[in-house]
């Protein structure tokens, strides 16, 4: 017979398990009946076997350590065939503290057909057991008399201070009548004349004025016998009239020679005090793999017992194993596109979007100046949006396509990063109310994650523009730098990409880097789009107006745009032009256009390198107003490492400015060297080293480039400088707006052409 589905018959078992381990927890929680103060129990127990003149038998057991196989299954029947009155632990019945492990010990006692008593010893101790031991069986040192023996136990843990037990003992032996006492206790008093194998110095009594007084009074006070566990081993030795025995064969793991081994030690006391004891080997061999099944077992067991909150994680494991298996199995799924689907009725009416994002106008950015150009270019097609961002100090007074959402937080040295309330219900009516065909978002969270949200209930398709490389923004991030760079940021991305229906990327870099972290939504690369025949036709007298303000004489200008932010690297560039005018004399005026939180640091920087005369923070300028800034410049400068795309270079290519730039992502997909610019330089190169010589290196080439274009040399370079239509190329590849393209439902991302 051929087992055609095994997940099927894999989710059916889990199924049961999941079933079987509720159903025996109920019983465990409303049948099984709890213990508490069995010691008081089994010393009643031991008067009604043991009456007074009649001789004592008992067994002495240690390191039971919770064994199934050794002591339940092997121990215990022998014991109770033995004939002996009850048993004793001299310590380590259990293999730790745990609530689990108390429980599981009493079902096992509770095979044995004769009374018992522990000692508390330092696995009764661990795990905070203490207040379990004390609450199941009693105090942690005790006396019991029986017959004319006297059972002491103390407590070696040191959770009871020494000298008051050194005092209660000897009090109690100076009244004590009885014709044998015997001693127990956890850790032994003295060291085996053979070392055990892997023992410590902990293993033993501490401290050493416990040890020397408690030797003390065992020899003033002639003490029989004193028994201890701790060990995995057999030994036995006197000092004076008083046998020290350590016993540790009862089901923890031994050597299987010929001092560590199973066994038990008999006790036979006489009306009149003599005291004999046996040593009962038991030729016990447990197979390693039976062993080993054991302890799973136990494992397994002990989890019933270690409170709601391990039990709730293991159903819930279970339950989720069962809940993924169901759909893997049952649910069918349809890897291939819905050929069907006509995409026709979509591409004919105007649709109606709806736009998540984190930050938007007046707040000067990439993302916002491509959402406001994307807004426009929908309007003008006929479209109709809505743009979900937060409110700003600044806004327009009159916006009836942007819904601004207040702030719970907001961040950075103008305020200018915002937290949206996006718990306000006015947002998901205003948004029901605009009935959306669409949902496009522009950040993988807060706003972004409620435009999903929206999304799911409002039963429309959501696309995300991915637009930015996460990582890079690790400083804005209350996490371990490493911890959001290298593992947060990724998984942030690959978990929201996953859960839309369309990813949008603007470069094929980008692309391959979503594909590499295991993004499997149906992605498509679409360039972002600029207006760029408006940073092709300006005034040439407001340029000139622009460069007598700035004091610009016949200096070569070199511009770059950007927020003033760690991510965007513009320490490299203050270092490479440094490093330039170490090494040439072409007179230069770098200006920095943008604005940011590392203002004053970077101007800080720039003061200490003396070069105040050449660079130039302009601070941040209007949009509508950039053209002009373009068109001052001779060379774009631009070190980002964290651009998808890099819009601010489409611009300045449409404005006739060569590039100079670093190789990384998005860069790379738009700056082809030695035909629209150089980019030779590694963004991850450091500032000392190669990076910044590279640099100033490239810079120092294009100007050469510049000034033999001025004298009619032909060069890469100059063509891009003499042809502004080869300079926009990439601006202009293509020209239907990129916000003309979106994705339909269960189909390829038709085009939209109502040119």
């Known amino acids: 017979m051929t087992l055609r589905n095994p997940l099927k018959l894999l989710f059916h078992l889990s199924l049961t398990v999941v079933v079987l381990l509720v159903g025996y927890k109920a019983y465990l929680n409303l049948f099984l009946e709890d213990f508490s103060s069995v010691h008081s ?21 240690g390191n039971i350590n919770n064994s199934i196989g050794v002591f339940e299954d092997r121990i215990v029947p022998a014991l109770n065939r033995s004939g002996v009155d009850f048993m004793v632990s001299a310590g380590n019945a259990v293999s730790g503290g745990g609530e689990d492990k108390y429980r599981a010990l009493y079902g096992t006692l509770s095979h044995l057909e004769i009374p018992y008593l522990l000692t508390f010893g330092p696995h009764e101790y661990e795990d ?9 069986f009693g105090p942690h040192f005790y006396s019991v008399r029986t017959g004319n023996v006297r059972l002491i136990f103390l407590d070696s843990t040191g959770k009871t201070p020494w000298r008051w037990q050194i005092r209660w003992l000897d009090d109690l032996l100076n009244q004590d009548t009885s014709n044998a006492r015997i001693l127990f206790i956890g850790h032994p008093p003295l060291r085996p004349h053979q070392d055990p194998l892997f023992d410590q110095e902990d293993d ?19 003490i029989d016998l004193v028994f201890s566990a701790n060990l995995a081993t057999y030994s036995e030795q006197a000092r004076g009239s008083t046998r020290f025995i350590t016993t540790g064969g009862a089901g923890g793991l031994v050597l299987n020679n010929d001092t560590s081994f199973y066994h038990y030690v008999r006790v036979d006391v006489s009306p009149d005090g003599e005291v004999k004891h046996t040593l009962e080997r038991l030729p016990i061999g447990q197979h390693p793999v039976l062993k080993t099944l054991e302890s799973l077992w136990f494992f397994i067991y002990s989890l019933f017992y270690t409170g709601y909150l391990n039990f709730l994680l293991l159903v819930a494991a279970f339950t989720a194993l069962t809940i993924k298996l169901y759909q893997v199995i049952f649910i069918g799924r349809d890897y291939y596109p819905d050929y069907d689907l006509d995409p026709t009725p979509w591409l004919e009416r105007p649709l109606r979007v709806a736009l998540f994002t984190n930050n938007y106008l007046p707040f000067i950015g990439g993302v916002p100046i491509s959402i406001e150009r994307l807004r426009r270019g929908l309007s003008g097609l006929g479209d109709s949006t809505l743009v979900v961002a937060p409110s700003y100090r600044d806004q327009p007074r009159q916006e009836d396509q942007v819904l601004r959402v207040p702030s719970l ?3 950075g040295q103008n305020r200018e990063f915002r937290l949206a309330n996006i718990f306000l219900a006015r947002i998901r009516h205003r948004v029901r109310a605009f009935r959306p065909d669409l949902i496009h978002v522009h950040h993988p969270f807060w706003l972004g994650s409620l435009g999903v949200f929206l999304a799911r209930r409002l039963k429309v398709p959501v696309v995300y523009t991915y637009h930015t490389r996460l990582e890079h923004y690790a400083h804005f991030v209350p996490l371990p730098g490493l911890l959001f760079r290298n593992l947060i940021s990724h998984a942030l991305i690959k978990r929201f990409a996953n859960r839309c229906d369309a990813v949008i990327v603007p470069t094929y870099s980008t692309e391959e880097y979503l594909r590499m972290i295991g993004v499997k939504t149906p992605t498509f690369v679409q360039p972002t789009g600029i207006e760029y025949q408006r940073f092709q036709s300006v005034d040439p007298a407001e340029v000139d107006r622009l460069r007598r303000k700035l004091g610009l004489g016949g200096e070569r200008v070199l511009v770059s745009v950007s927020r003033l932010s760690n991510e965007k690297n513009i320490d490299f560039m203050i270092e490479a032009l440094h490093r330039l005018r170490q090494v040439s004399d072409r007179p230069f005026r770098f200006l920095m256009i943008g604005d940011g939180h590392q203002r004053e640091r970077l101007q800080a920087r720039i003061d200490q390198l003396g070069l105040q005369r050449k660079v130039t923070l302009v601070g941040a300028v209007p949009p509508e107003d950039m053209a002009l800034w373009y068109h001052l410049g001779d060379l774009f400068l631009f070190a980002s490492k964290s651009e998808t795309q890099g819009m601010v270079i489409l611009e300045a290519m449409a404005a006739g400015l060569p590039v100079v730039a670093v190789r990384s992502s998005g860069i790379d997909d738009v700056v082809r060297h030695g035909f629209n610019g150089f980019n030779r330089v590694a963004a991850g190169g450091g500032f000392g080293g190669g990076g910044l010589i590279a640099s100033a290196t490239l810079v120092m080439k294009a100007l ?18 003499t042809d502004r239509s ?30």
Request: charged share 20%; hydrophobic share 40%.
């Open 41 to 61: 129990q089994q010393v009643e127990a031991i008067y009604q076997r043991v009456k007074p003149g009649e001789p004592v038998s008992f067994a002495v057991v």
């Open 128 to 136: 905070f057991g203490s207040f379990r031991f004390y609450d199941h």
């Open 204 to 222: 033993y009594l501490q401290p050493a004025a416990f040890r020397d007084a408690l030797l003390d009074t065992i020899a003033a006070h002639d």
């Open 409 to 411: 937080l907001a961040m």
């Open 704 to 721: 050469c480039c510049l000034e033999s274009a001025s004298i009619g040399a032909a060069s890469p370079m100059a063509l891009i400088k």
């Open 726 to 755: 080869r300079s926009s190329a990439l601006a202009k590849s293509d020209r239907t707006c990129p916000w003309t393209r979106f994705l339909s439902p269960g189909c390829p991302m038709p085009i939209r052409n109502r040119t």
